[in-house]
């Protein structure tokens, strides 16, 4: 099937989103039909809470204890075995999630079913979604190879599922702002309409997030709206969710050399005035749930995902040709140049979700898939020269290329009690995935520095476990065991099938395929471009193995999970060479992922309850041959030497990650003190001690006052909130890398927040 005729059948199969009969059904029950159709949107991607499984759920009290001026990433980190981290250093603006050492673009990400993975390189960007957490219900994370229920999206690490509120049956509304260190402030206000005409309902939620951020020049301006719109219709339930909002941030992403930290803890090495990122994410779902029958019911969504912005900095010392300047300026093609670029892309992901759940003696069956097209067009402009009238310069084209993805999955996921609480899970899926990508001829993109390739893999992800609720008490309480495989797959990325430090916008740069022949576009017999095969760098695969405990009693609750994961074709840089024995991105052949999550929740008085989270991990490089060039003196090649690198640390991501976490009530003053430990982190592959992050450990206290205990009876639930972060002031980096020394990415020190919030 080529990319235009999936998207014309696409596009049909949108349109029968919604059956005739439905805007003649007849209202039922509302409040039976509310809580019905939550209880469809959280299965469609998780675990229900009878399935005793490696997950860890935030529930709305706990989630709203949580929400600050922070990014959902950062609200996490009491999750085992998740690490979160910020560009900005105070968790506003770039927010980043790691789980089980497999970074964010390996950990898939839902938001009511809705996948949030970009199709291009399976990130998510938390920065596009400000202040979202106030929109959830709940959240789930799930940790390891997980169902396949999560719309495509690139789940190896874990899974992330976002479920948005309940619309209410009455009115309501809330009005939050908080502020602080750092320039920090945030502004909130929702409202629902509750019950309308027994049929309809909706929600309103704008935010606004301003910050200097802790990490000089770091600043972000973010906005976001978010509207939900519901109609009961009988049987049949229509929901339309729309999002949007705008992010404006400056960079951040480069750490700061260790000895201008020793200087300045805030330092930040991109000076460029400038230097921001400027982007929009607006999302539009359609949600269809039909309940055909008192056990079945048939949920579908359709989604549009648009992105569209640009990111600008300075580039010294560049090459004229590389930005086209021979061309639009006149320039000697080999002149060296200081100017000013901005890289633009425009995105658009079209997509369907669906699937039928049948409940049946003994258990359930959730059967579907997912299909979805993306398409994105990329160029750059130059908008100033250094030494030249702005003027001249601005709005210079000097790259463009387009990306087409589509994709398609079918799954069925079985859960069976095959004896009196034994429960079988079954889940198999099959993924088809198809990429074509073209560089536009412009400037010096032309013949055969000009190049384009089309790719597909195919996928069988196989998953099974077992649950056993063991009979009788266990030292007074229940006791559940559990265990689980699975295999899962990712394909590489659009930047991943280039060279480590070079991507499609690169002058003279080819993608790593084996194959490529000159193609003559227009017939005069002069190749117009490079067609490219057989690609270098293959897909990942995962294999987990999953063993668990889960013990409840009256005022304790235990979970302890170990897992060991066998990680395939690792993609990394210098793992494989060229045609002429120079190093390039490949696979690692073989990377072990082992460890112990423990969660553990005590409640040890009427007024107090501990919550521990930790876990312990052994990440490393089971084979990997690591091809590294050698230099001379003069910086002149001279051999490319091989390095078993078996046995080393897999980089960025803690040995240990632990919290503790007390939480008081007190009537009408409340507290949570919480002590968070994070390990010692590697910065390459070298596993070499002077290449390390320190481990640290962090304090934080938050209080509460409901104004309305304490003073007495009022119209609305007020609110006070003060958080102390890092009550110890200790000095702590987060993430890094190495380059002639330690590359660093700084925490914010000690630091205070103010908020009030009423609901009415």
């Known amino acids: 099937m080529t990319i235009r005729t999936f998207r014309a059948a696409l596009a049909r199969a949108v349109l029968l989103l919604v059956p005739l009969p439905l805007l003649a059904a007849a209202p039922a029950a509302p409040d039976t039909l509310v809580h019905r159709t939550d209880d469809v949107v959280i299965t469609a991607s998780r675990y229900e809470t009878d399935v005793h499984l490696n997950h860890a759920d935030i529930p ?47 950990v898939g990400v839902t938001f009511d079913g809705i996948p949030l993975n970009d199709p291009e390189d399976h990130q998510v960007y ?84 301003e910050s200097d951020g802790y990490r000089d020049r770091t600043a972000s ?43 300045n803890r805030r330092a930040n090495p991109e000076t460029y005035a400038n230097a921001i990122d400027d982007f929009r994410q607006p999302h539009a779902a359609l949600h269809h749930t039909y309940a055909a029958a008192s056990n079945v019911t048939l949920r579908t969504s359709a989604f549009w995902i648009h992105g569209e912005g640009f990111y600008e900095n300075l580039r010294e010392g560049e090459t004229a040709a590389v930005f086209n300047l021979d061309h639009t300026l006149g320039l000697d093609p080999d002149a060296e140049v200081d100017l000013v670029r901005r890289k633009i892309v425009d995105k658009d992901q079209l997509g369907l979700v669906s699937h039928v759940q049948v409940d049946h003696r003994g258990g359930r069956l959730i059967a579907g898939g997912d299909v979805y097209d993306f398409h994105s067009d990329h160029h750059g402009e130059v908008l100033e020269v250094a030494g030249l009238y702005a003027d001249r310069a601005h709005g210079l084209d ?36 198809d990429a074509a990508f073209a560089q536009a001829e412009l400037g010096n993109f032309t013949g055969l520095d000009r190049h384009a390739y089309q790719v597909s893999y195919d996928f069988f992800n196989p998953k099974g476990g077992l649950a056993w609720d063991v009979p009788g008490q266990a030292l007074g309480g229940r006791l559940t065991l559990s265990g689980q495989v699975g295999v899962t797959h990712r394909e ?168 503790v976490t007390l939480a008081s009530d007190f009537g009408a003053l409340d507290s949570r003190v919480r002590l968070r430990s994070v390990g010692r982190q590697f910065l390459d592959v070298f596993g070499l001690e002077e290449r390390t992050i320190d481990a640290y450990a962090l304090l934080d206290v938050a209080l509460g006052l409901d104004l309305g205990r304490a003073f007495g009876p009022a119209s609305m639930t007020t609110r006070l909130d003060l958080r102390v972060n890092n009550v110890l002031d200790r000095e702590y980096e987060t993430t890094g890398y190495w380059y002639d020394g330690r590359w660093l990415i700084p925490g914010a020190g000690r630091h205070l927040l103010a908020g009030l919030h009423a609901e009415f």
Do not use: C
Request: without cysteine; charged residues 25%.
């Open 221 to 263: 301006e973010l906005w976001g709206l978010y509207w939900k719109g519901q109609a009961l219709l009988g049987d049949h339930v229509l929901r339309l969710d729309l999002t949007t909002g705008h992010e404006l941030s400056r960079h951040g992403w480069n750490a700061a050399y260790e000895d201008d930290l020793a200087v």
């Open 126 to 209: 938390w920065v596009d979604l400000p202040d979202f957490a106030s929109a959830l219900q709940d959240i789930q994370v799930q940790r390891g190879v997980t169902n396949s229920m999560g719309g495509g999206a690139p789940a190896i690490g874990g899974s992330v599922n976002l479920v948005t509120r309940r619309l209410s049956l009455e009115p309501r509304g809330e009005l939050s702002a908080m502020g602080g260190a750092y320039g920090t402030w945030r502004l909130m206000g929702a409202y629902q309409t509750g019950l309308l005409a027994d049929r309809f309902q909706s929600s309103l939620r704008w935010s606004r997030i």
């Open 398 to 433: 000097y790259y463009e290329y387009d990306g087409d993805k589509t994709a398609w999955s079918l799954y069925a996921n079985e859960a069976y009690e095959v004896l009196p609480g034994l429960t079988l899970l079954a889940d198999l899926q099959y993924q088809r995935k």
């Open 492 to 659: 590489p990325t659009d930047g991943e099938v280039y060279d480590t430090w070079q991507g499609p916008d690169d002058l003279g740069v080819a993608p790593l395929f084996r194959n490529g022949v000159p193609t003559d576009e227009d017939g005069d017999g002069q190749p117009d471009y490079v067609q490219w095969s057989d690609p270098v760098v293959g897909a990942e695969k995962a294999l987990d193995y999953e063993l668990g405990l889960r013990w409840r009693a009256e005022r304790v609750s235990l979970t302890v999970n170990g897992y060991w994961m066998n990680f395939d074709d690792e993609i990394v840089p210098f793992g494989s060479v060229d045609d002429d024995g120079f190093p390039v991105k490949g696979n690692a052949e073989r990377t072990l992922h082992r460890g112990v999550e423990l969660g553990l929740t005590a409640r040890l008085t009427d007024a107090h309850v501990l919550s521990v989270a930790a876990s312990r991990s052994w990440d490393e490089f089971d084979r990997f041959t690591y091809y590294e060039t050698l230099y001379d003196d003069a910086w002149n090649v001279v051999g490319v030497e091989e390095r078993d690198l078996s046995g080393n640390p897999v980089p960025l991501f803690p040995e240990h990650l632990a919290s």
């Open 60 to 106: 709305h009290e706990e989630l709203q204890a949580r929400i600050g001026v922070e990014d959902i990433p950062m609200l996490l980190t009491d999750t085992p075995g998740l690490h979160a981290f910020s560009d900005a250093g105070n968790g506003v603006g770039y927010t980043y999630l790691n789980i089980r050492g497999f970074d964010q673009k390996r």
